[in-house]
């Protein structure tokens, strides 16, 4: 009987330990600043367009988001970001490089985009990836050769563990008259 406490404590740790594995490292993106709104080129956002961006490029990080051109400029809440969402890409920087990771819709990809619901003016959602690439540039050297002239090299490194990227932004502002 005087086993058991000591067993016990010990198979909660290790419980612990492996729901910790799970979820794996995880990173915060929150900002003050507003997410850009973005149309195709030449097409008004207030208008018809085929697609509406949301987008940010803040302290090295990048997130920029595309949506289906019927994605409300108001009342953008989890079930309509989810509806009209098409593809995503976050990139921010890591190991004297550029980390990038690319989300679809359809679930192909690095990972999945999932909406959370949030307060009224802001984007909350979770980026569950299974894998990112990490991209890191160099320039001259004999080992950055294109063809016959020394450039610019860059190696990309496949990071397959699980990485959750938990994102957190002012909405733009409502378009007029939508």
């Known amino acids: ?3 058991r406490p000591p ?3 010990l198979l909660l740790t290790a419980s612990l330990a492996a729901c910790a594995a799970e979820t794996g ?3 915060h993106w929150q900002s003050a600043t507003r997410l850009l709104l973005q149309c195709p080129p030449g097409q008004d956002c207030s208008g018809k367009v085929d697609y509406r961006a949301l987008y940010i490029n803040e302290n090295g990080r990048q997130l920029y988001l595309s949506f289906a051109g019927n994605l409300p400029s108001r009342a953008l809440d989890a079930a309509a970001l989810s509806a009209n969402f ?3 890409d976050l990139y921010w920087p890591e190991g004297g490089g550029t980390a990038a990771a690319h989300l679809q819709a359809d679930g192909k990809g690095d ?3 999932r909406f959370l619901p949030a307060p009224d003016g802001r984007l909350q959602a979770e980026a569950l990836l299974e894998q990112y690439k990490i991209v890191i ?3 001259g050297g004999a080992e950055c050769r294109l063809d016959d002239v020394a450039g610019i090299c860059r190696t990309e490194t496949v990071v397959k563990k699980p990485l959750r990227v938990l994102l ?3 909405l733009p502002e409502p378009l007029p008259g939508k």
């Open 1 to 3: 009987m005087r086993y």
């Open 7 to 9: 067993l016990l404590s």
């Open 25 to 27: 490292p995880q990173q």
């Open 86 to 88: 098409r593809y995503g």
């Open 111 to 113: 990972g999945k985009l």
């Open 137 to 139: 540039e160099r320039s």
């Open 168 to 170: 957190d932004f002012p």
